[in-house]
């Protein structure tokens, strides 16, 4: 290990000097650290215990977004991800945010909503008017069946109750049941209380209950994230800063007014938002599924984020999404690399966390934006694909810059010329280690 850490960057640091400095900054514990890095993270008995027919575990990169300040907090944010780019991107725009404050990050109560169909009503709006006068005994009986959700303070808020009218099979009703999760991710509670109350919902109706179910269109529980950017720190190359901002005000129209644009506008969101949902053990699929049907929910699909130009000529940057996370239950608290990431980022809530991912989110799209509008992504993203590709050869160390960057300065980023490469760079007169 090289003796001079403080003055190198993190990431020009080994992957043992990352960790000890993680450890310097976040004072987690040695278990930790190591669970964090996969070294004793999940095993296949944990995983056994987890889903059907495990046969072991699947391994991502792990690695950690520095630079945010999330309400004046300072976070270490930990991102599971495959792809090249997306850390030192929400690192790098999670560092321009810093001179005007950072994130500023807020949550809506964290109330989700479980939806019960209900079939074969014989008059659907006289039975929606009596569940809504059943409201007080709906919610009472609904109050009891997560007794720990209760005891901080959670459980059903309100009832909704809507006649579908025209369905492929003729009308029925839906009834939501608006819940307060606290700190879960809540789809346990939802379901199990959704189940427990349909027998109710059935007498009062005298219809059949049918799905008794969560919906992941979580759009009662927001996350929202926004930043200001000085001009002058976007520049970049023979860009100038203004050139920069105005360039990702007009990249962020074309997702407004584009759905095909929007796909992969909101994408290169989600790459921050999954890798913080994955890292913490959270549910991405429910978390992507909800930003979706948000981004559409004006019945045109649209960008989650928005960029403009304020009065002093800086950028700000906003988002607003469903974020359905938790920290306790679930695999938050079976999978051990998933606890150390939340203690690493020291979230005491799941609104803390929902927030974190909003502003990672935010930066994210920044990072893509930023890197469209001027140069173009393939530049970045060559240099690290090159490294996947030398590692993937074989290369091992430094071997692996070596090799990539000299497939960079050809321009030949193939598996045939890095294993060239590493033979060559292998022979006794130019071994490295
Ligand atoms: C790639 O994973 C994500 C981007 O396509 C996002 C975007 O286009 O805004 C670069």
Do not use: C
């Amino acid at each position: 290990m090289k003796a001079e850490t403080t003055p190198r960057k993190f990431y020009e640091l080994d992957l043992e000097e990352r960790l000890q400095e993680v450890r310097r900054l976040s004072g987690l514990s040695p278990e930790e650290l190591h669970a964090l890095a996969g070294q004793n993270g999940l095993t296949a008995e944990q995983a056994d215990h987890m889903i059907e027919n495990a046969v072991g575990v699947y391994a991502l990169p792990l690695g950690i977004a520095r630079n945010f300040l999330v309400n004046g907090r300072e976070i270490l944010v930990p991102m599971a991800i495959e792809e090249p780019s997306v850390v030192a991107g929400a690192s790098f725009m999670a560092r321009l945010a810093r001179p005007l404050g950072g994130f500023r990050a807020e949550t809506t109560p964290p109330e989700m909503i479980g939806q019960m169909q209900i079939l074969e009503v014989s008059d659907p709006q006289a039975a929606r008017q009596r569940l809504l006068d059943a409201r007080a005994e709906l919610l009472e009986a609904a109050a009891n069946t997560d007794p720990v959700l209760k005891k901080y303070g959670g459980g059903p808020r309100d009832i909704e109750v809507r006649v579908l009218e025209d369905t492929p099979i003729g009308p029925f009703l839906v009834l939501h049941l608006i819940y307060d999760v606290r700190d879960a991710m809540g789809a346990n509670a939802i379901n199990t209380t959704l189940e427990s109350l349909a027998p109710l919902a059935a007498r009062i109706t005298g219809g059949r209950v049918h799905l008794r179910i969560l919906s992941n269109l979580a759009d009662r529980r927001l996350a929202r994230a926004s930043a200001v950017f000085r001009p002058q720190d976007l520049a970049f190359d023979r860009f100038s800063g203004e050139e920069v901002r105005d360039g990702i005000i007009a990249a962020w129209a074309f997702a407004a007014a584009d759905p095909y644009r929007a796909a992969t506008h909101n994408k290169g969101i989600m790459n921050g938002v999954d890798a913080v949902v994955i890292a913490t053990g959270n549910d991405w699929r429910a978390i992507e599924a909800g930003a979706h049907a948000y981004a559409a929910r004006s019945g045109r699909y649209t960008s989650l984020s928005t960029w403009r130009r304020d009065a002093e000529g800086n950028l700000t940057g906003s988002i607003e999404l469903p974020m359905a996370v938790g920290i306790i239950g679930g695999a938050t608290r079976v999978h051990p690399a998933a606890r150390a990431a939340l203690k690493l980022m020291g979230v005491s809530s799941a609104a803390e966390l929902a927030q974190i991912i909003a502003a990672v989110g935010l930066a994210q799209n920044l990072a893509a934006l930023r890197a469209l509008a001027t140069e173009g992504i393939q530049r970045g993203h060559m240099s690290l694909h090159a490294r996947q590709i030398a590692a993937a050869a074989g290369a091992e160390g430094s071997l692996v810059s070596r090799i990539a960057d000299q497939m960079v300065k050809e321009q030949n980023i193939r598996a045939e010329r890095a294993a060239e490469l590493l033979k060559e760079y292998n022979q006794p007169e130019s071994a490295e280690s």
